[in-house]
């Protein structure tokens, strides 16, 4: 007998439909309680990013990230021509206390999203661009960093004095 040959009354498919549901109720719950998967932007610890990095004018393009008992500190560096850089940073706490740093007419840094969201945009040539900022009641705060419209290698973002860098861009950061 095959599955297509089977003919149910109205009250036996409504009743196979409800013991379906019941399984499948009980399969969702099931997978419902199961540990939650790994988070796709691993996290980076906030001890990575302690202390100012050693840097000078030779240091390599790229992104420099610590902080210190003032706060963050972000910077931007682009020995040679000029490099433009575009960060998006997100936060479940506020920016707050945003100060720019070494920046030029062109350079912008904007919060949005009710103090959430900071986007930086700068055109660095030759020497160094950056923000100084506090994150208040947030626990992390994710990074998009971007140089010259393309996603910038892990390996030209350094974080804290031993210059770290992230497993991947965009990153995560723990406060």
């Given at each position: 007998m095959?599955?297509?040959?089977?003919?149910?009354?109205?009250?036996?498919l409504v009743a196979s439909l409800m013991v379906a549901s019941?399984?499948?109720?009980?399969?969702?719950?099931?997978v419902a309680a199961a540990p939650a998967a790994p988070s796709a932007t691993p996290a980076t610890p906030a001890t990575t990013t302690a202390g100012a990095p050693a840097t000078n004018?030779?240091?390599?393009?790229?992104y420099y990230l610590w902080h210190d008992d003032g706060g963050y500190h972000l910077r931007t560096h682009g020995p040679g021509a000029e490099h433009r850089s575009v960060a998006r940073l997100r936060t479940n706490g506020t920016?707050?206390?945003?100060?720019?740093?070494?920046l030029e007419k062109d350079d912008r840094v904007t919060v949005k999203d009710d103090g959430h969201v900071m986007v930086l945009r700068f055109h660095?040539?030759?020497?160094?661009?950056?923000?100084n900022f506090r994150v208040d009641g947030g626990e992390h705060m994710k990074l998009n960093?971007?140089?010259?419209?393309?996603?910038?290698s892990t390996a030209n973002i350094f974080l804290g004095s031993g210059g770290a860098h992230p497993a991947t861009d965009p990153f995560r950061i723990e406060i």
């Open positions: 095959s599955l297509s040959s089977i003919t149910l009354s109205p009250k036996r019941a399984l499948f109720g009980v399969a969702a719950t099931s004018d030779a240091s390599p393009v790229g920016f707050q206390d945003v100060d720019k740093a070494m660095t040539y030759g020497a160094w661009d950056g923000v960093l971007k140089l010259d419209g393309q996603e910038i």
